[in-house]
Nanobody, 114 residues
């Protein structure tokens, strides 16, 4: 089970920090990802982190977003800075990679608007 929270309404240029707690599987050995789905679009991966902490980002968020994890707390974070209106989406965390049978939680809504 994955529960994401920390979203909200923020002005362009603002920051948010998302958190996601995991349960029901061995979190520490899994790569984790943050994904987002904008209205009318498919869900896409924006950042991922391996069990050892190596990270990778989509070009659209590189330099603005930072993914991190705390294995002791079974939690993955996404620090989002310099937010843009095009970052507006529902953000989900999940294992990486996902598959056709991967279940998804509700996610957390991020809205960037003035």
């Amino acid at each position: 089970q994955l529960q994401a929270f920390g979203g909200g309404l923020v002005q362009p240029g603002g920051s948010l920090r998302l958190s996601c707690t995991a349960s029901g599987f061995i979190f520490s050995v899994n790569s984790m990802g943050w994904y987002r789905q904008a209205p009318g679009k498919q869900r896409v991966l924006v950042a991922r982190i391996t069990s050892s902490g190596s990270t990778n980002y989509a070009d659209s968020v590189k330099g603005r977003f930072t993914i991190s994890r705390d294995n002791a707390k079974n939690t993955v974070y996404l620090q989002m800075n310099s937010l843009k209106p095009e970052d507006t989406a529902v953000y989900h965390c999940n294992v990486y990679p996902t598959g056709p049978r991967t279940s998804w939680g509700q996610g957390t809504q991020v809205t960037v608007s003035s």
